[in-house]
Structure formats: C-alpha cells, structure tokens
C-alpha cells in the first residue's frame, strides 16, 4: 500500500513537473514572438523613413493616378462643375452646412458658426433653390462629352449628378417649388425636410459651444429663429387649401401621425416643455456645453436677463422657439387642417388634384372657389404633372404615370382571377361579385 502510495506521489510530481516546463516553453515562446514582431514592425518604420522602395513609389503613383480625373473630364469641365454643384447645395441648404464634406475641426466649427440658418420653406426660397438646381442641370444636359473616355466613376458621378439636380438637390418632396406638392403638409412617411429639422438643431448644439456672451446671444437667437421655418410650413399649407391642393382625410391623419413620431416628446406630452426631452436638444442641456464660458461671461448674462442664467435662456428659447411652434403646428394640422381634407372618393392621390372648391367637413363650399394657381405665380397646378416629378426620383429609367397605370391594369387582370379562384376555394362561393 505505502509503495503504490509512493509511486502515485512520484508520478503526481513527475507530471507536475512536466506541466510546469511545458507552460514556461510556452510562456517564453510567446514573448519570443511578440519580441520578434514589435523588432520586425520598428525595422520596417526605419526602412520606411529612411529609404522609401521603388514598390512604395509606384503604389503612390499609381493610387495618384487612378484618383485623378479622366483627361476627357477635364477638357468638358467636369471637375469644376460637380464643385459648383456642391458649392450651390450647401447655398441652398444651410440648414445642412454641419454635413459639408471638406471641412474638419475648428474649420467646421466656425463654418457652422457663420453659416447655419434654419430651413426656410417660404415659395420664394423654394423658387430660387429650384431654379438654381434646373440651371445647372441643363448646363450639365449640354456638356458634349464623350462618355467612352470617362472612368467608371466619373460616369456613374454624371449621372448622379443629373438625379441629384432633377430631383432639387436630392429631394423628392417638399421642396420643388413647381410641383407644388409643399403646398400639402407632411406626407405618408413625413419624407421631407420639415421632418428633418431636429438632425439641423443637434448640429447646433454639436458643433457650436458657446464661449463669449456674444457666442450664448448667437445660440439662441439661432434656436429661436426656427420659429419661423415651422410658421411659414403651417402658412404653405393653409396656402395649398385656397389653391385646391389638399391631402385625402387619409393621407392627412397618416402625414399627421408620421410628422408626430418625429417630435415624439412634444405630441405625446401635448406640451411645448417636452422638446426638453427631445432626443436632439440633449447636448444643449448637459452641463460640459457651457464648460467653455468665458470668465464673467454667466454673471454678465444673469445681470442683463432679471437674474436668467445661461442654461435657463437656452432651455426658454428651446421651448419658445421650437417646442411651441412644432406644438402650434401639430394642433393646425390636427383640428383646423384635418377639416378641409378631402373625402377619398374626391381625391385618394395626386391625379384629381387641384380641386374646385375648398371643402369643410367633406363638404365642398361652392361659393368658395381654388385659385388652382401656383401661389407666387401664373402658373396652373396639375397632381397628374406633380406625381410625374416625384416619380422620377424612385425609378431608374423614364417612365410616365400612365404606363404605370398601364402596367397597373395588366398585372391587375393576370392576378385577380388567381385572387378570385383561391377565395372560391378557401369560401365555396361561386360569384365573384362582393355580396
């Protein structure tokens, strides 16, 4: 017994002691390794610095070139063209300046400083940005290029280009001032830039950290001015119900409801305090915002306002520039709007638009007949033509309403027998008259 005692004790540690060998092999293989890899990494930055291989040039030369533009787009001017073509969105857009592509840190920081204004959707805006996006559409309509001698990508960035300018800068809705379609309020999906405007507002708060007195005046008087964009959009609409371009009570309740998740806190507290809990006026509200304040800055403030601190002017102009005009327009859109859109036998779409008489309660004033003219202009509105400038921006060739009604019918007479046929079988009805 004590001999086999022995022999497990002699084992046990034979075992332990093999174990114990085969870690430290281990241990030192890995610091052998990792020793080799950060000698080899340091030898490579040395060669790198010293003594750049022909390999390394010609990689440079080579990246170089394939980034450059084709000698064919530089002869017809592309390169000039797709910068004016920027250089005209963010123009039109400084609500967007916070997105501009080429500017980084402080140059940012100072370009939205100087830059920002809120979205203004007033027909005179949204004349001039339509105008200018068509303009240079037909100046790149009458380039003569030879598009065979274009890379790939300066191929594909033309006709980006072109759908980018047909569609006003990218935006299908709301924004292209012939098609009168921000005469209507917010859509099915509330796809358009007044459903937008709390991604501009973070960008404020974002970039924009206020240090003098003048950068706090500046801030607020930035917030408070959007008090304007929500007022004008609430005036476009009462605009589109004089010129008989009205949503379906439909549509309506839908674009309501749409526009309503996008200020969530506002609509489901019915309170202009709730933007304070607004996922984009957060960065306003934390305390590092104001962590840069000049010295002197806070008390000077407090003296000029009846003792209002920094933080209570900004919250005071986040409820009374924004929260109460998304607020006000929320309750038009609800009980004074809601009450002139049409019934859906008048109009379920664009095609019947504009109508003949302004309606109440689904039903048509006959003494109170639509302009059906563009307001701002002479020009006479068509839903079918509206419909044929949207539809372009969701289609990848030329393709008119009516082939789509067309194409709609056809497929319409090959599935509805087979609709007909498996509602037969599943409710052993033999008529496919509704009963």
Known sequence: MAQNRRNEDTAICSNTV?????????????????????????????????????????????????????????????????????????THN?????????????QMIEHVKTRYSPYDPSPGALKRKTDAALALLEKLKKFQVDERKL??????????????????????????????????GPNYFCWQPICYIPYDVNSIAWHVKPRSYQDV????????????TFDQYRDNIALGVQAGMVRSSIDCKAGLDAFKEKYPQIAKRNSSIGVLDEWYVSLFLQP???????SGVSTRWKDEHSGQTVDEGIREALVKGFGEPVLNLIHFLEYEHSRHCLPTEVASGLANLPVDFVYTDGVPDLGNRTTKVLPGSGRELNGT?????????????????????????????????????????????TSDQKQ
Request: charged fraction near 20%; proline fraction near 4%.
């Open 217 to 228: 005046q500046h801030v607020i008087d930035n917030i408070m001015k959007h008090k304007n």
């Open 288 to 294: 590092q915002y104001l962590a840069r304040l000049y």
């Open 385 to 429: 033509e509206t419909y044929r400038m949207i539809l372009s921006y969701f289609t990848t060739f030329d393709i008119s309403p009516e082939r789509i009604y067309e194409e709609g019918i056809q497929q319409l007479n090959v599935f509805m027998p087979k609709v007909y046929k498996i509602a037969k079988f599943f409710t052993d009805e």
């Open 18 to 90: 093999l174990l114990v060998l085969g870690l430290l092999c281990v241990l030192i293989g890995v610091v052998l390794v990792i020793v080799g890899a950060v000698k080899l990494h340091a030898a490579e930055l040395k060669c790198n610095l010293e003594a750049p291989s022909t390999a390394r040039r010609t990689t440079a030369s080579q990246s170089t070139q394939s980034c450059s533009f084709s000698a064919e787009a530089v002869r017809v001017g592309l390169p000039a063209l797709l910068e004016e073509v920027k250089t005209s969105y963010f």
């Open 151 to 184: 890379k790939a990508r300066e191929g594909k960035a033309l006709s980006q280009a072109k759908h980018f300018l047909q569609h006003v800068f990218d935006s299908p809705f709301d924004v292209n001032y012939y098609a009168g379609d921000w005469l209507m």
């Open 94 to 106: 400084p609500n967007n300046v916070a997105w501009n592509p080429d500017l980084r840190g402080q």
